[in-house]
């Protein structure tokens, strides 16, 4: 066993022991879920920026820059660390107050149980490409430190496994506490590594100079709106995409306070943006050290060209420290992205044909969701042939065109109602399919930002129209309503006048 094996399964032994070591401290639901409301602000922050650091953003970001240049990878690091930002400025304050479980509960108490069930859907079916780019990577790591002798199909069920373990029985408890100690992994181990390479190239300034003089760094597109166009639909699928989503959401929440939660989402995000630049770093690097090899590699798979650079070019200690960062960022963010569907599941579709179940059995329902989704990502990740990248770019665009706009509208203005919403979330979905499967490839508008364009257009008109569907008294979003209907207490599961 080489000495990089034997780490690998020890640092994955260890996070599995801080994890079922959380677990002591889930007593309830509400434990499981968001971690009893009482998460300090490094914990928020750590957690936060390891939500989005994950395989996307070490293997798949990395390759896609190498590829395209700034430009390519407008999504992701621009367009998420945006997401974080805005999240925590315009949306952490209104959510915190209210003090819910998932972002669904929103959904319900601010228009009706219809609207409730059909953005948690949504919301659910987007998590299945991000979730499954993480185990995908997990598989590659397994594959490429063993040497190829587990291979990536093996390594994405050994690794699902190990990240269901610690997560159903921890849940957010575990999440958290392992993000904390995982964020001073990833780090340190980044940092070393860019180190150690860019004394393989010349320094920071030598690869710099490089991408620069080849057009790498050019973020902007040159052109019309048919380049300008699909540029910003990327960058907002992302980033606002991204925003009604349950594990932005349960970092708020999970929050000690109300500035605890703006404060950890905007520095989590800051963190992120800067952290996402040192794998592009790494990667560009790699094609510098060895340009004919890793030409190869960027023809035949662009993810691995991070991975073999570090196993053939740094010392043993540097390729522990990579792996480890590697793996701890993969895990976190897994283990938040598993998570958080299935918690949405169980409270927002599960909890209404069961409303008067006791918690301990909840605590029990959400634990057996989040068997039953791993399983479901598991064989859609080991059934794609896409990047890494690409899955998780795709990922949300369902919700930018069904959720975004009803959540927005809601919290930003009075006249939103029931009727808007369930407007803005039909003509934005069948928009975006019926542009997927008719519309040219090549097309100038994307899909999902004519998907947005009509949802905002509908929730206005079927806002302002005269009702057809019914509409519970609406609910004020300002900093004094606190009543005891909004206080959801798990265990007393409100039963509010939509008739859940």
Request: a negative charge; one cysteine or more.
């Given at each position: 066993m080489t000495t990089l094996l034997a780490f690998v399964i020890l640092y994955l032994l260890v996070s599995i022991g801080i994890g079922l070591f959380a677990a002591t401290r889930v007593h309830s639901a509400k434990d499981f879920a968001v971690a009893g409301r009482s998460l300090p602000l490094p914990v928020v922050t750590a957690t936060v920026f390891a939500t989005w650091f994950g395989a996307e953003a070490v293997l798949g970001v990395s390759a896609t820059f190498v590829k395209e240049g700034l430009g390519g990878v407008v999504a992701d690091p621009f367009g998420a660390s945006l997401c974080l930002i805005l999240a925590g400025l315009f949306f952490a304050s209104k959510l915190y107050r209210m003090n819910l479980l998932t972002i669904g509960d929103y959904y319900r108490l601010r228009y009706n149980r219809t609207v409730e069930v059909l953005t948690t859907l949504c919301v659910v079916v987007s998590y299945l490409g991000w979730v499954s780019a993480q185990i995908k990577a997990l598989g590659l790591v397994f594959f490429v430190v063993t040497g190829g002798a587990v291979s990536q199909e093996a390594g994405m069920i050994l690794g699902a496994l190990i990240v269901l373990t610690y997560t159903t029985f921890g849940g957010m408890f575990s999440v958290a506490i392992l993000d904390f100690v995982q964020i001073t992994v990833i780090m340190g181990g980044m940092l070393y590594i860019g180190y150690v390479i860019s004394g393989l190239t010349g320094g920071v300034g030598a690869v710099v100079g490089h991408a620069a003089a080849a057009g790498k760094l050019d973020f902007f597109p040159k052109g019309g709106l048919e380049v300008w166009v699909p540029f910003i639909g990327a960058w907002m699928t992302m980033m606002l995409g991204s925003i009604p989503q349950q594990d932005v959401f349960q970092r708020i929440t999970s929050a000690r306070n109300e500035k605890t939660a703006i404060r950890g989402s905007v520095l989590g995000g800051s963190l992120y943006f800067a952290f996402a630049f040192v794998p592009m770093f790494l990667a560009y690097a790699a094609t510098l050290i060895?340009?004919?090899?890793?030409?190869?590699?960027?023809?035949?798979?662009?993810?691995?060209?991070?991975?073999?650079?570090?196993?053939?070019?740094?010392?043993?200690?540097?390729?522990?420290?990579?792996?480890?960062?590697?793996?701890?960022?993969?895990?976190?963010?897994?283990?938040?992205?598993?998570?958080?569907?299935?918690?949405?599941?169980?409270?927002?579709?599960?909890?209404?044909?069961?409303?008067?179940?006791?918690?301990?059995?909840?605590?029990?329902?959400?634990?057996?969701?989040?068997?039953?989704?791993?399983?479901?990502?598991?064989?859609?990740?080991?059934?794609?042939?896409?990047?890494?990248?690409?899955?998780?770019?795709?990922?949300?665009?369902?919700?930018?065109?069904?959720?975004?706009?009803?959540?927005?509208?809601?919290?930003?203005?009075?006249?939103?109602?029931?009727?808007?919403?369930?407007?803005?979330?039909?003509?934005?979905?069948?928009?975006?399919?019926?542009?997927?499967?008719?519309?040219?490839?090549?097309?100038?508008?994307?899909?999902?930002?004519?998907?947005?364009?009509?949802?905002?257009?509908?929730?206005?008109?079927?806002?302002?129209?005269?009702?057809?569907?019914?509409?519970?008294?609406?609910?004020?979003?300002?900093?004094?309503?606190?009543?005891?209907?909004?206080?959801?207490?798990?265990?007393?599961?409100?039963?509010?006048?939509?008739?859940?």
């Open positions: 060895d340009p004919a090899m890793f030409g190869d590699l960027l023809e035949q798979d662009s993810q691995l060209v991070l991975p073999t650079l570090i196993l053939q070019h740094t010392p043993v200690f540097a390729q522990v420290v990579f792996f480890g960062a590697l793996l701890s960022a993969i895990m976190s963010c897994s283990s938040a992205t598993l998570l958080a569907p299935s918690v949405a599941f169980s409270e927002n579709i599960l909890r209404g044909f069961f409303p008067r179940m006791p918690d301990r059995t909840f605590l029990l329902a959400m634990r057996t969701v989040i068997v039953c989704f791993a399983g479901t990502v598991l064989l859609f990740a080991l059934n794609s042939n896409e990047s890494i990248f690409h899955m998780v770019e795709n990922a949300y665009k369902i919700t930018l065109v069904t959720a975004f706009i009803p959540l927005f509208a809601g919290l930003y203005w009075k006249r939103a109602n029931t009727q808007g919403a369930l407007f803005a979330i039909f003509s934005g979905f069948f928009t975006w399919i019926l542009m997927e499967v008719l519309g040219p490839e090549d097309a100038t508008w994307p899909p999902q930002v004519l998907g947005f364009l009509v949802a905002g257009v509908a929730m206005v008109a079927g806002s302002l129209l005269p009702r057809v569907v019914g509409q519970p008294t609406p609910v004020p979003f300002g900093h004094e309503h606190h009543a005891a209907g909004l206080t959801h207490h798990l265990g007393e599961h409100p039963h509010h006048h939509d008739g859940r």
